[in-house]
């Protein structure tokens, strides 16, 4: 089992603001496999979850930045509910 979800993986990229190509560059990856990933076409792999963690540090930065992202899908999710 993974800890990176999918959505994980896209909102670090982002947080980094960095591109999808950039990105695989820096897992060592290729870009297709980004795409893929982020269009949930993809798990994240045990081997590219260890090299996110070993690269990108988890900061109160990023913390903050997913907090903010999950609270703006709950508010959506609550209004169109209504």
């Known amino acids: 089992m993974t800890i990176v979800t999918n959505e994980l993986f896209e909102l670090i990229r982002r947080h980094q603001n960095m591109t999808q190509e950039e990105f695989a560059n820096l897992l060592g990856i290729s ?11 993809r798990s994240v ?14 900061s109160d930065s990023l913390l903050n930045y997913k907090m903010r992202h999950d609270s703006l899908k709950e508010f959506i999710k609550t209004e169109v509910s209504q």
């Open 31 to 41: 870009r297709k496999t980004v795409s893929a990933i982020e269009r949930n076409k």
């Open 45 to 58: 792999s045990k081997r590219t979850e260890h090299k996110l963690i070993q690269k990108v540090p988890i």
